[in-house]
């Protein structure tokens, strides 16, 4: 169940001392993205905070000292995101080859079973949209994309895997994404990609920024 | 800056050469000692000590700044030395806190340690006696 | 300069790790213990924020290729310089050719071993903690191996040695309590779970698992139920956050997780709690309490100003001692 359609208002909460956590109610969608993105903007020239981190039709404001009336700073954002300000980003369309199922794509019939749908439809209707990079988060270079088809949303599974590897095609819910690098996901794997998402040293360090957009072309399948 | 044991240096010389009143200055630092001539007809320097024909005497070593001892560790009560433990001249015998410092004491020199004068985790003064160590082998 | 004879692969290079880089899904990595860190660093006259080895399993032994001070906070395991037990906390001199070997300790879990101007690795997105998700930063960007060689940043740096300060276990009173008691403010998704749960969390002692590491700790104990199953969108977290999968089994993410996850949060362990929570082993027990936002706030405070006047003890005796 996605708590998030049902709100009728942004809910704000508190990640102990260190950071506040903002969510926009509706449906998860591109313009609420552009709200975020702007509210971003905004808490970006607020004093006290460390840092704004969008997530997936929300955003998390890190603190830099813990703010001594949390409520007031709640107000603010409320009030600013009522001003329905978006800011949209222009950037980049880049194609991912991607090989799914087979040996790193451990849970495509799991999607499949779980949608009603043959493997085949699953692949298409992952490959088909042109995915817009909503934010990064999880780890470095990591793209959370929005537009995925709903018939193919799978829920995170029931115990997470310890480690899955960089390049790693998966699902999780009503989002897909591709791992930059090897580590634990809770998310179904269905493919693979030879992308290169991040590098340290470069500037910025990542290959792909919020307003850039993916797509997935099949080069190959297992069965 | 000038140590505990300086200070108690000086005032002893000060009592055997009957010199009043002293003062110094330092860079961060001034500093006056003055001695009582009451005190010094009460204490007369003391004579030597006769000549030892009997074993030595324990040595008993002191605190040399105040603080609280530990002879086991505050954290898990380990315990660094205790009576009965044959120690090497510098070796490390208990700690000496001092606020969230922990200073060493050091035995000044090789024995046997026959007993701790006060307890474990006491407040003590410069001077007081924490653990007599028997000399020799 | 030092060579590691013997190791394990989750010793890394930590400081007080990496800020600013969660928007680009870089986490904060740095050392589970940040008071140790800091403490250890003030023994040797660093900076606060100076690398140190983080050090989580044991036997580790070192080889001082030169004379070199250091120091070792963090636990109460046994400490060998040759054949010399040293007092844990403590700083000293090593000359050339000796042996530093850390032995475990069976109630505290990372030591940390540090070296003058902090540990010579290059400085990565502002920071020189180990990003082992991603290989970069600390040393080569993984955890330390035999034959590893690490250089003092400021190898000249001199100082007093020989002394060393009251652990945080005693000096902040932790180590009294049987079950460790960790401060916890309820988060977004408290009220999803059932009443039953929720008492159920805050009742019982909670067992740290073996799978739990810098990732996070996975603990087991009774189920938490939420009374609808939850699918959340991903958000940004920091360490910490205690989320709840599926399965009903609370994981508190530590320093090396992810800056975002889609779990349903039940709370966030309190940042001055963070440092005592990453020192109780695996294993071994915990129990939560809960604090408003107020009490948490409190506590951070109380504990920089505890921080504050340690260093400055510290810094006072380097300056006049010896």
Same mark, same amino acid.
């Given at each position: 169940?996605?708590?998030?359609?049902?709100?009728?208002?942004?809910?704000?909460?508190?990640?102990?001392?260190?950071?506040?956590?903002?969510?926009?109610?509706?449906?998860?969608?591109?313009?609420?993205?552009?709200?975020?993105?702007?509210?971003?903007?905004?808490?970006?020239?607020?004093?006290?905070?460390?840092?704004?981190?969008?997530?997936?039709?929300?955003?998390?404001?890190?603190?830099?000292?813990?703010?001594?009336?949390?409520?007031?700073?709640?107000?603010?954002?409320?009030?600013?995101?009522?001003?329905?300000?978006?800011?949209?980003?222009?950037?980049?369309?880049?194609?991912?080859?991607?090989?799914?199922?087979?040996?790193?794509?451990?849970?495509?019939?799991?999607?499949?079973?779980?949608?009603?749908?043959?493997?085949?439809?699953?692949?298409?209707?992952?490959?088909?949209?042109?995915?817009?990079?909503?934010?990064?988060?999880?780890?470095?270079?990591?793209?959370?994309?929005?537009?995925?088809?709903?018939?193919?949303?799978?829920?995170?599974?029931?115990?997470?895997?310890?480690?899955?590897?960089?390049?790693?095609?998966?699902?999780?819910?009503?989002?897909?994404?591709?791992?930059?690098?090897?580590?634990?996901?809770?998310?179904?794997?269905?493919?693979?990609?030879?992308?290169?998402?991040?590098?340290?040293?470069?500037?910025?360090?990542?290959?792909?920024?919020?307003?850039?957009?993916?797509?997935?072309?099949?080069?190959?399948?297992?069965? | 800056?000038?140590?505990?044991?300086?200070?108690?240096?000086?005032?002893?010389?000060?009592?055997?050469?009957?010199?009043?009143?002293?003062?110094?200055?330092?860079?961060?630092? !001034?500093?006056?000692?003055?001695?009582?001539?009451?005190?010094?007809?009460?204490?007369?320097?003391?004579?030597?000590?006769?000549?030892?024909?009997?074993?030595?005497?324990?040595?008993?070593?002191?605190? &040399?700044?105040?603080?609280?001892?530990?002879?086991?560790?505050?954290?898990?009560? !380990?315990?660094?030395?205790?009576?009965?433990?044959?120690?090497?001249?510098?070796?490390?015998?208990?700690?000496?806190?001092?606020?969230?410092?922990?200073?060493?004491?050091?035995?000044? &020199?090789?024995?046997?340690?026959?007993?701790?004068?006060?307890?474990?985790?006491?407040?003590?003064?410069?001077?007081?006696?924490?653990?007599?160590?028997? &000399?020799? &082998? | 300069?030092?060579?590691?004879?013997?190791?394990?692969?989750?010793?890394?290079?930590?400081?007080?790790?990496?800020?600013?880089?969660?928007?680009?899904?870089?986490?904060?990595?740095?050392?589970?213990?940040?008071?140790?860190?800091?403490?250890?660093?003030?023994?040797?006259?660093?900076?606060?924020?100076?690398?140190?080895?983080?050090?989580?399993?044991?036997?580790?032994?070192?080889?001082?290729?030169?004379?070199?001070?250091?120091?070792?906070?963090?636990?109460?395991?046994?400490?060998?310089?040759?054949?010399?037990?040293?007092?844990?906390?403590?700083?000293?001199?090593?000359?050339?050719?000796?042996?530093?070997?850390?032995?475990?300790?069976?109630?505290?879990?990372?030591?940390?071993?540090?070296?003058?101007?902090?540990?010579?690795?290059?400085?990565?997105?502002?920071?020189?903690?180990?990003?082992?998700?991603?290989?970069?930063?600390?040393?080569?960007?993984?955890?330390?191996?035999?034959?590893?060689?690490?250089?003092?940043?400021?190898?000249?740096?001199?100082?007093?040695?020989?002394?060393?300060?009251?652990?945080?276990?005693?000096?902040?009173?932790?180590?009294?309590?049987?079950?460790?008691?960790?401060?916890?403010?309820?988060?977004?998704?408290?009220?999803?779970?059932?009443?039953?749960?929720?008492?159920?969390?805050?009742?019982?002692?909670?067992?740290?698992?073996?799978?739990?590491?810098?990732?996070?700790?996975?603990?087991?104990?009774?189920?938490?139920?939420?009374?609808?199953?939850?699918?959340?969108?991903?958000?940004?977290?920091?360490?910490?956050?205690?989320?709840?999968?599926?399965?009903?089994?609370?994981?508190?993410?530590?320093?090396?997780?992810?800056?975002?996850?889609?779990?349903?949060?039940?709370?966030?362990?309190?940042?001055?709690?963070?440092?005592?929570?990453?020192?109780?082993?695996?294993?071994?027990?915990?129990?939560?309490?809960?604090?408003?936002?107020?009490?948490?706030?409190?506590?951070?405070?109380?504990?920089?100003?505890?921080?504050?006047?340690?260093?400055?003890?510290?810094?006072?005796?380097?300056?006049?001692?010896?």
């Amino acid at each position: 169940m996605d708590l998030a359609q049902q709100w009728e208002k942004p809910q704000l909460s508190l990640l102990g001392t260190r950071a506040l956590l903002f969510e926009a109610p509706g449906p998860l969608g591109l313009e609420n993205q552009q709200r975020i993105w702007a509210l971003a903007e905004y808490a970006d020239g607020l004093p006290g905070l460390a840092e704004s981190v969008p997530g997936m039709n929300n955003l998390m404001l890190v603190f830099a000292t813990p703010p001594e009336e949390p409520e007031q700073l709640f107000t603010q954002l409320l009030s600013q995101w009522r001003l329905n300000q978006r800011k949209t980003l222009r950037g980049k369309t880049v194609e991912l080859s991607v090989h799914y199922g087979g040996e790193f794509g451990p849970h495509l019939r799991d999607v499949a079973e779980h949608s009603g749908l043959s493997v085949s439809e699953v692949i298409a209707r992952h490959s088909a949209p042109l995915y817009p990079v909503y934010a990064l988060g999880s780890h470095p270079g990591y793209c959370y994309l929005g537009n995925m088809d709903p018939r193919i949303a799978t829920p995170r599974r029931q115990t997470p895997l310890i480690s899955i590897p960089g390049g790693a095609v998966s699902i999780g819910g009503l989002q897909t994404g591709v791992s930059a690098s090897a580590g634990p996901s809770g998310w179904n794997t269905i493919g693979h990609t030879d992308f290169i998402f991040f590098d340290a040293c470069a500037r910025p360090p990542v290959t792909l920024l919020p307003g850039d957009n993916i797509v997935f072309n099949a080069v190959g399948v297992s069965a | 800056m000038l140590a505990m044991a300086e200070l108690r240096q000086i005032a002893l010389k000060m009592r055997r050469s009957g010199l009043r009143d002293i003062e110094i200055a330092g860079n961060h630092y !001034r500093i006056r000692l003055r001695c009582d001539p009451a005190d010094r007809a009460a204490n007369p320097p003391a004579a030597p000590p006769p000549v030892a024909a009997s074993p030595p005497a324990d040595r008993m070593i002191t605190a &040399q700044r105040p603080g609280i001892i530990w002879f086991t560790h505050p954290l898990n009560d !380990r315990v660094m030395t205790k009576p009965g433990d044959t120690v090497a001249a510098g070796e490390l015998i208990a700690l000496l806190g001092i606020g969230q410092l922990l200073l060493p004491v050091y035995s000044p &020199q090789a024995g046997m340690l026959r007993r701790q004068c006060v307890a474990n985790g006491s407040v003590v003064e410069y001077g007081t006696e924490l653990i007599a160590l028997s &000399q020799g &082998q | 300069m030092i060579v590691i004879e013997k190791t394990t692969p989750l010793s890394s290079v930590q400081d007080l790790g990496r800020a600013g880089g969660l928007h680009y899904g870089v986490g904060t990595a740095g050392a589970m213990d940040p008071l140790a860190l800091q403490l250890g660093n003030a023994l040797l006259g660093n900076a606060p924020n100076a690398a140190a080895i983080e050090i989580p399993l044991f036997p580790v032994q070192v080889r001082f290729t030169d004379d070199c001070c250091f120091a070792v906070t963090g636990h109460d395991g046994r400490v060998m310089l040759d054949d010399v037990m040293l007092p844990f906390w403590w700083s000293a001199q090593a000359r050339k050719g000796q042996r530093l070997t850390l032995h475990a300790s069976s109630r505290i879990t990372r030591a940390y071993l540090h070296l003058p101007g902090g540990i010579d690795v290059p400085e990565v997105l502002g920071s020189r903690s180990t990003q082992l998700r991603g290989e970069f930063g600390g040393f080569q960007g993984r955890g330390l191996h035999s034959g590893d060689r690490l250089r003092a940043a400021a190898p000249q740096q001199g100082g007093p040695v020989g002394f060393g300060i009251m652990p945080p276990w005693s000096a902040l009173g932790v180590a009294n309590t049987p079950v460790p008691m960790i401060r916890v403010l309820p988060a977004a998704e408290y009220d999803i779970f059932t009443e039953v749960s929720c008492r159920a969390f805050w009742h019982q002692a909670w067992h740290i698992t073996p799978q739990s590491n810098r990732y996070g700790y996975r603990l087991s104990g009774e189920p938490l139920i939420a009374k609808v199953p939850l699918e959340m969108r991903s958000h940004g977290i920091v360490p910490g956050v205690i989320q709840v999968p599926h399965n009903g089994q609370p994981i508190i993410q530590m320093r090396d997780a992810q800056p975002s996850g889609g779990y349903p949060k039940l709370g966030t362990v309190i940042d001055a709690d963070m440092w005592l929570l990453g020192q109780i082993p695996v294993g071994s027990q915990v129990r939560f309490i809960q604090v408003s936002y107020q009490q948490a706030r409190e506590a951070g405070r109380q504990q920089l100003a505890y921080l504050q006047n340690a260093i400055a003890q510290i810094a006072c005796h380097r300056r006049y001692a010896g």
